[in-house]
């Protein structure tokens, strides 16, 4: 019994590491933001390193796909001012396209947001190369009318950790107290 004791001092410092390190290291999944056009909320997410082209069934979904620049402009303007400049991936200049047209065989057309703040000329990118400073604008779809929240990694990791370490009290706190009782 001595000996199981001797090693559970160790255990509860590696564990305790290892609980430590994964409540810092949070979620890393991207996470919609929520954007006001018009008294209406969007949820906007963008995709980032992949072309128009092969995600140009999500990407036409959007409220503004099919509308004027201006639209496109309205949404650009809201996230810049609601939102700011969430996107700088690549630590060079990041732009955030939200595309409302085709503009010709290669490239597309859209309200553009560089990561400097500077918003929201219109201009146009190519359709079908992918570029990691290159991000597409896109609504989340709706997850119904009964949706169950999330958990956060983050916040779950920090539970188990607490979980854990009182654990680890009782047990030490039993053990001593067998001790006392026997000697």
Known sequence: MGEILSVFP???RIASLVAFCLALLG???ARAVNVTVGGTTYDILFLSN???NANDAVLEST???GTDHLTAQDFANAYNTQVGVNFDLTGSVDM???IYS???????AGARILDTGVCCGVTTTANNSPSPSVHFAYVAAPAGPAAVPEIDG???AKA???LFALGAWLHTRRAKNKITATG
Do not use: M, R
Request: negative net charge.
């Open 160 to 162: 188990l950790f607490i």
């Open 27 to 29: 979620p890393s999944s």
């Open 10 to 12: 160790c255990l509860v």
């Open 96 to 98: 955030l396209y939200f």
């Open 50 to 52: 992949v072309s128009f």
């Open 154 to 156: 983050n916040a779950l």
């Open 102 to 108: 085709d503009a010709g065989a290669t490239q597309v």
């Open 63 to 65: 409220p503004w796909w």
